[in-house]
């Protein structure tokens, strides 16, 4: 199979779908791989690494989108990109196309095969695709939490850690999974004062052993919630659902309990933010103002650390590449129903119940498409 790679063009996204050593890997089994020039200059990645890797570097996008079976990216394609894609080609990357009407439609038209990292499963429920992509961001929140607080980035100029005789800084993270436990653990390490809020028994207890007395649980209801943002510092939300919208649990009339210059980063951004006042940003410009609350919401923050979050991915994205390389796309996802549960568009029609539900498509089961 020819695959191909192209250089992301997202605002300030640095990483790239495969690492010389990922390349390497699909030469060895028999498949050409296409590199765009510069493609992994994000993370000190030469295209002389590529060559040696037994890849062809390629000038520009155009040719990757117009003869290679497969692509394989980071980010979701943006429009310029969209446009290039054809039917019957496999697009392997991040999608989270329940908050992107433009993107389902685009993907449709095009007749593309789209598999999404977000949603390809593994055991027990787990999202092993995107779980690494969830601890750099997780990780990556409370620093940026802890930045935007500062007074010069217009917060309230607090120090997350607190020093002797002055009390730490609150922190408030909703949502117990894998975003919110990173989140959690760094806050816990600065000295932060942290409160995690969920709905299920077991993750709060699960939270509560880790923990001990370094971080305080709360279940996750309204008034709970309420209570808890308006006396927060620093808000982190890392709610999911697994290739749905993120549901708006801080409201636009919270914001006016909180205390001026409090920090909402969300970490949802992505499925559309789980915060009622929540727009995506870029890192070029992450915050923006609201009733007196800094919002924080890049929708790519792993590709601030990019070289990072590039290893890490590819150590989760290649097995199933190399799967679907040679097997072909449909005897792949016959084979592994984990991988199966990634396929969100195919030829024309979306195969994700809640993508379809989302945007009001109509919905194809996966069987249905695998025959």
Known sequence: ????????????????????????????????????????????ATDQQYRTAGARIVEGPEAIFAECEMVVKVKEPQAGERAMLREGQILYTYLHLAPDPDQTRDLVDSGVTAIAYETVTGPGGSLPLLKPMSQVAGRMSVQAGATALEKAQGGRGVLLGGVPGVLPGRVVVI???????????MAVGLGA?????????????????????RAKTRFSNVANLQDAVCGADLVIGAVLIPGAAAPKLVTREMLGDMQKGAVLV???????????TS?????????????????????????????TSTYALNNVTLPHALRIADLGWREALRANPHLAAGLNVHAGEVVYEAVAQELGYVFRPVGEVLG
């Not at 020819?2 to 390497?24: D, F, Q, W």
């Not at 949502?175 to 653990?185: I, L, M, R, S, Y």
């Open 1 to 44: 199979m020819r695959i191909g790679c192209p250089k992301e063009i997202k605002n300030h996204e640095y990483r790239v779908g495969l690492t010389p050593e990922s390349a390497r890997e699909l030469v060895q089994h028999g498949h050409e791989v296409w590199i765009e020039a510069g493609a992994g200059s994000g993370i000190d």
């Open 175 to 185: 949502g117990g999974g894998v975003v919110g436990f990173n989140a959690a653990q």
């Open 193 to 213: 004062d942290v409160t995690i809020l969920d709905r299920d028994p077991e993750v709060l207890e699960r939270l509560g052993i880790h923990f001990e007395s």
């Open 266 to 276: 969300d970490v949802a951004i992505d499925q559309g933010g789980c915060f009622e």
């Open 279 to 307: 727009r995506a940003t870029t890192h070029a410009d992450p915050t923006y103002v609201v009733d007196g609350v800094v919002h924080y919401c890049v929708a790519n923050m792993p590709g601030a650390v990019a070289r």
